[in-house]
Nanobody, 129 residues
Framework: QVQLVESGGGLVQAGGSLRLSCAASGRTFSSYVMGWFRQAPGKEREFVAAISRSGGDTIYADSVNGRFTISRDNAKNTVYLQMNSLKPEDTAVYYC??????????????????????WGQGTQVTVSS
């Protein structure tokens, strides 16, 4: 089992940057595929980015590709989301999540909320225009 705690959210002007962190408990962090999701008021939770267990491969939603970067430090049990060129439509609660995947095809169904077993409590990101 793993517990996840997000931090780094806040209020920022459009065009600005934020860096989210997600600290994980437990000794098996490197065995989890990690993802970031977000949920705006009145909308469903949506996929933002995911990273493989080693950190060597990443996947992004089209809406953030080129602006956001996901990374991880397995020695620190932490996954990050660097967000640049923020837009008002990026305003949401951001969640990190962990999923268990057997084998090399970690990317299958990686955008599906139901594929992630563990979730953090979320951190609010607000982008003003």
């Amino acid at each position: 089992q793993v517990q996840l705690v997000e931090s780094g959210g806040g209020l920022v002007q459009a065009g600005g940057s934020l860096r989210l962190s997600c600290a994980a408990s437990g000794r098996t962090f490197s065995s989890y595929v990690m993802g970031w999701f977000r949920q705006a008021p009145g909308k469903e939770r949506e996929f933002v980015a995911a990273i493989s267990r080693s950190g060597g491969d990443t996947i992004y939603a089209d809406s953030v590709n080129g602006r956001f970067t996901i990374s991880r430090d397995n020695a620190k049990n932490t996954v990050y989301l660097q967000m640049n060129s923020l837009k008002p439509e990026d305003t949401a609660v951001y969640y990190c999540a962990a999923r268990i995947v057997d084998g090399a095809r970690w990317y299958l169904r990686v955008t599906f909320v139901m594929e992630y077993r563990y979730w953090g409590q979320g951190t609010q990101v607000t982008v003003s225009s």
